[in-house]
């Protein structure tokens, strides 16, 4: 698959098509319903600033949420977010391909389900169906969001993309927003920067099979884990992440959020603790769905909720919120 071009990109077609897709649950807010008053003279207006590259990127609104912990969102105006929808559709099935199978956050047919499938499938190998004792090196990035350098993006971003136009506009959108260090930081709000903070990290992870040559690793977004049957290759390899990650990256390890333990002990990933031959549902979370449960009584928030349980050993718990 060739690189995507910026007249594909920016073409009336995919900003209609874009659209579409942006507007699927959301018509009933005023400020999209605003921008669909004149939805072609708005959508022409925006490709005609983009062809003569006169487009900018306009503030965000910012708002807390609490998921569970606080998390302060940062939302775009529809004629930006409809921007993000037409580069990511295009961009997205580009990297995609590029991307290796240890990563499972934001992508087609991937997510939790998957990483946590992967996770049980690893540990029957490791073990050798349950002989062996397992070690487990499980990390985060400390705020990672906050922390991807607008530099180091570019740089990785010109090194599979050539055309001019479509970088000043990636620089566009990067250049948009800054956490707490100008020049530093993704919004959580922007579709475009699940696929930026994937492209990333794809650094690391191609770092981890080719370098570091793990077998056993999975990463989800900034959460990952790599299993082995020697504590002292685990920390051998600790030492080379930290490494890299600051140097090439400027990430750091969360230092609070480090640990090697065995798989019998019960190993903390992706809201479930687990185990050889089981996985429970982590407390906070459990918590959380219960309360959630309390205040939101729709049938489908349960569906939900019973769908995600039924990953996991929570029979009672499943019980329990369908009462």
Same mark, same amino acid.
């Given at each position: 698959?060739?690189?995507?071009?910026?007249?594909?990109?920016?073409?009336?077609?995919?900003l209609l098509l874009?659209?579409?897709?942006?507007?699927?649950?959301?018509?009933?807010?005023?400020?999209?319903?605003?921008?669909?008053?004149?939805?072609?003279?708005?959508?022409?207006?925006?490709?005609?600033?983009?062809?003569?590259?006169?487009?900018?990127?306009?503030?965000?609104?910012?708002?807390?949420?609490?998921?569970?912990?606080?998390?302060?969102?940062?939302?775009?105006?529809?004629?930006?977010?409809?921007?993000?929808?037409?580069?990511?559709?295009?961009?997205?099935?580009?990297?995609?391909?590029?991307?290796? @199978?240890?990563?499972? +956050?934001? *992508?087609?047919?991937? =997510?939790?389900?998957?990483?946590?499938? %992967?996770? !049980?499938?690893?540990?029957?190998?490791?073990?050798?169906?349950?002989?062996?004792?397992?070690?487990?090196?499980?990390?985060?990035?400390?705020?990672?969001?906050?922390?991807?350098?607008?530099?180091?993006?570019?740089?990785?971003?010109?090194?599979?993309?050539?055309?001019?136009?479509?970088?000043?506009?990636?620089?566009?959108?990067? @250049?948009?927003?800054? +956490?707490? *260090?100008?020049?530093? =930081?993704?919004?959580?709000?922007?579709? %475009?920067? !699940?696929?930026?903070?994937?492209?990333?990290m794809n650094e690391?992870?191609?770092?981890?099979?080719?370098?570091?040559?793990?077998?056993?690793?999975?990463?989800?977004?900034?959460?990952?884990?790599?299993?082995?049957?020697?504590?002292?290759?685990?920390?051998?390899?600790?030492?080379?992440?930290?490494?890299?990650?600051?140097?090439?990256?400027?990430?750091?390890?969360?230092?609070?959020?480090?640990?090697?333990?065995?798989?019998?002990?019960?190993?903390?990933?992706?809201?479930?603790?687990?185990?050889?031959?089981?996985?429970?549902?982590?407390?906070?979370?459990?918590?959380?769905?219960?309360?959630?449960?309390?205040?939101?009584?729709?049938?489908?928030?349960?569906?939900?909720?019973?769908?995600?349980?039924?990953?996991?050993?929570?029979?009672?718990?499943?019980?329990?919120?369908?009462?």
């Amino acid at each position: 698959m060739s690189v995507p071009t910026f007249e594909e990109i920016i073409s009336l077609e995919n900003l209609l098509l874009a659209w579409k897709e942006f507007v699927v649950g959301k018509k009933s807010r005023k400020d999209v319903q605003v921008f669909q008053q004149h939805l072609m003279e708005n959508i022409i207006s925006l490709h005609t600033d983009l062809v003569e590259k006169r487009y900018k990127h306009s503030d965000y609104e910012a708002f807390n949420i609490s998921d569970p912990k606080p998390r302060n969102i940062h939302k775009a105006s529809v004629r930006d977010r409809l921007l993000h929808h037409a580069l990511y559709r295009v961009l997205y099935p580009y990297f995609d391909k590029r991307f290796t @199978s240890d990563s499972y +956050s934001c *992508r087609l047919d991937r =997510g939790t389900h998957k990483a946590l499938e %992967t996770f !049980q499938k690893f540990s029957y190998k490791v073990s050798k169906n349950r002989t062996k004792q397992i070690w487990i090196l499980k990390c985060d990035v400390r705020k990672f969001f906050a922390s991807i350098d607008h530099a180091v993006l570019m740089k990785i971003l010109t090194g599979y993309i050539t055309g001019r136009n479509t970088l000043w506009l990636l620089s566009e959108i990067v @250049s948009s927003f800054s +956490s707490t *260090r100008k020049n530093f =930081g993704l919004p959580l709000g922007n579709l %475009t920067s !699940q696929l930026l903070v994937n492209i990333y990290m794809n650094e690391f992870d191609q770092y981890m099979k080719h370098r570091i040559k793990a077998k056993y690793y999975i990463r989800y977004a900034d959460d990952f884990v790599i299993l082995s049957h020697d504590k002292k290759e685990l920390e051998s390899i600790l030492l080379q992440i930290g490494d890299f990650l600051l140097t090439r990256l400027k990430l750091q390890l969360h230092p609070d959020k480090i640990f090697i333990r065995t798989l019998a002990s019960g190993v903390d990933f992706l809201g479930w603790v687990n185990f050889h031959d089981h996985k429970v549902l982590r407390t906070i979370t459990k918590r959380r769905m219960l309360r959630s449960v309390k205040d939101e009584s729709r049938i489908e928030v349960v569906q939900s909720y019973r769908g995600l349980l039924s990953h996991g050993n929570a029979r009672k718990l499943i019980n329990k919120i369908s009462k």
